[in-house]
């Protein structure tokens, strides 16, 4: 009995509610549904998400805290190959006979490096030699003297390509420095090392967050995890005490796990080519702070959307339930056999789309049941093979003049040549289907075997250039398209001139279509002569064609190009006069 109790408000529901009143009911469980979860997932997920969220967001800040970093310090490494590897620099510290004057000259030369890429932030450069120690100095070049400086522990361990913090007597600087050695001539020994040191401050700039406030807690550290720059606080010593228990040195690409303290979390960046890597730490409470602002607002923003919806839904609900009443109605009338109903304003939407469209198939049944529809296919058939039929017999009568005339002159290879292509022509325009369909390749091969005969006939009055993608040759065109156009070039456009015309044929693949180009730079056509031509080619069906005298060509292609493909054919025809004419075909690959 429970469920059939079950069962029968259920099925109300689905076979007998109203379409509006499904939509209202579903509309408000699925808002309460949706508070219950929202209520449910911060109470067991929202910190733990929050938080991944707060350190993706910092991770992406850090590397790019870390690029920036790299960016700068590489411009001083490529100053510093730049020095450490010229021939003159390096002759000077080789030669222990190097005068106060050599020393000038490698200055000169330091200079002019520094000059071409002066390093921002720079503090100071000095060279010292070791291999022949000497009295004489000058700007850069330096003697290493005997007091003591930070710096010089590391060139003692011969830590040479790696940048250190240090701090400067007498005045207490705190600078970043790198050593970097020059070796001899021949490459055996270190004849010297060079200094560059910077100012950090000018390196290490804060990183922004999203606000634009520096982002706190942030510090540097090297491939040792020695700290070298940034903010400093007493909870920074457990990361540094889990750094030791786990790393002795971290290699380029190696990644530091990211460290859990007592009152948050350390997130390490990966490594720059320098060797750095940024540290930040993200203490808990702050996580805390924006779950409980996140959960306030969300719960607030739930309770607006739930009464923003019913109202709205409530309103569509009414809207839809009148229109749709309107529509049911015309088709009861419809079910009765009345065929004439009349169009009702209900708006563009899917409800007005469908009562439009319904509409005017209505009364467009009558006129779609006297129409034959096989006898409109038969006839578009008849209208493409009257068109296909349509051959110039001229060029027929002039290729037999043409192997008639080199009979006479003894010529007669070239006169089974000009008949065997004449043949592959007649064979290829009445040997294909109905369809009329072929390949680019089997086109061309005509229009080729056409251009020859019309060589033989006018000598050297014009060229063809084809420029032709091979992807396209496969693809399937109607057959005899090409012959007119460049008819059309050789009748018209090369008229009057024995010599220097040229036809361009060029065949590309674009989106996915075959784009056509015939182009000549014959006399083209006036600006009359081009409307002419125009309107006659916006004109529909075979009848508007089939009294024209010239263009007859260009205009039978046309339309069995429009039969063809439909509105995805496109054709265009730019020309002036004296300036040539180019036609464009674009026809949908099939």
Request: with cysteine; proline share 2%.
């Amino acid at each position: 009995m429970k469920v059939k109790a079950l069962r029968s408000p259920w099925k109300h529901y689905l076979y007998h509610t109203r379409l509006m009143h499904k939509f209202l009911i579903l509309l408000m469980l699925q808002l309460v549904v949706e508070m219950a979860v929202s209520h449910f997932f911060f109470q067991n997920n929202a910190r733990n998400l929050l938080t991944k969220e707060i350190q993706a967001t910092s991770k992406q800040f850090m590397e790019q805290y870390t690029d920036n970093v790299d960016y700068r310090l590489t411009k001083f490494r490529t100053i510093l190959n730049n020095l450490s590897s010229d021939r003159q620099i390096r002759l000077v510290f080789s030669d222990p006979q190097a005068t106060q004057a050599d020393m000038e000259t490698a200055d000169a030369q330091i200079r002019q490096i520094l000059n071409n890429q002066f390093p921002y932030g720079l503090y100071d450069l000095t060279f010292y030699a070791l291999k022949y120690p000497s009295a004489n100095s000058s700007t850069f070049i330096k003697p290493l003297g005997q007091e003591r400086e930070e710096w010089m522990e590391h060139l003692e361990s011969g830590d040479f390509d790696r940048f250190f913090l240090h701090t400067k007597s007498p005045y207490s600087v705190e600078l970043l420095s790198v050593l970097k050695p020059v070796y001899t001539l021949d490459g055996e020994e270190i004849a010297g090392v060079i200094r560059l040191s910077l100012f950090p401050e000018k390196v290490f700039k804060p990183v922004k967050s999203v606000d634009g406030k520096a982002f706190q807690q942030v510090f540097m550290i090297d491939n040792r995890g020695n700290y070298i720059y940034g903010e400093k606080f007493p909870e920074m010593e457990e990361y540094f005490r889990f750094f030791r228990e786990n790393y002795d040195i971290i290699y380029n690409g190696y990644p530091v796990a990211d460290y859990e303290g007592e009152e948050g979390i350390y997130l390490t960046s990966s490594n720059s080519a320098a060797g750095f890597r940024s540290v930040c730490y993200l203490a808990a409470s702050s996580s805390v702070e924006s779950i409980e602002k996140l959960k306030q607002t969300l719960t607030m923003g739930n309770l607006a959307l739930m009464f923003i919806t019913l109202v709205i839904g409530f309103l569509l609900s009414d809207s839809i339930g009148r229109r749709f009443s309107i529509v049911l109605g015309k088709i009861r009338e419809v079910s009765r056999g009345n065929l004439r109903i009349s169009a009702s304003d209900l708006g563009s939407d899917e409800i007005g789309i469908f009562d439009t469209s319904f509409t005017d198939m209505v009364n467009q049944v009558n006129q779609l049941i006297e129409r034959n529809y096989v006898t409109e296919i038969r006839k578009k058939d008849a209208e493409f093979m009257a068109l296909q039929a349509q051959i110039n017999p001229h060029f027929l009568f002039n290729s037999l003049e043409i192997i008639n005339s080199l009979i006479e002159v003894e010529k007669y290879q070239t006169a089974c040549e000009v008949n065997a292509r004449l043949s592959d022509l007649l064979r290829y325009s009445i040997n294909h289907n109905s369809s009329g369909i072929v390949t680019l390749a089997e086109e061309i091969d005509y229009m080729n075997n056409y251009v020859y005969i019309q060589h033989i006939r006018f000598g050297q009055k014009f060229s063809l250039q084809t420029d032709i993608d091979e992807r396209c040759l496969g693809c399937h065109i109607v057959k005899l398209v090409f012959q007119p156009f460049i008819e059309n070039s050789i009748k018209h456009g090369f008229r009057g001139i024995s010599s220097g015309g040229l036809i361009r044929f060029q065949v590309r693949m674009q989106d996915g279509n075959l784009l056509i180009s015939i182009e000549d730079n014959g006399r083209g056509m006036d600006a009359a002569e081009y409307a002419g031509l125009m309107a006659r080619l916006d004109k529909e069906g075979i009848g508007d064609f089939q009294e024209q005298n010239e263009s007859i060509g260009i205009l039978n292609i046309h339309y069995r190009l429009k039969l063809i493909f439909g509105a995805s054919y496109r054709l265009s025809i730019t020309t002036g006069e004296g300036q040539g004419m180019c036609t464009r075909l674009l026809i949908p690959r099939i």
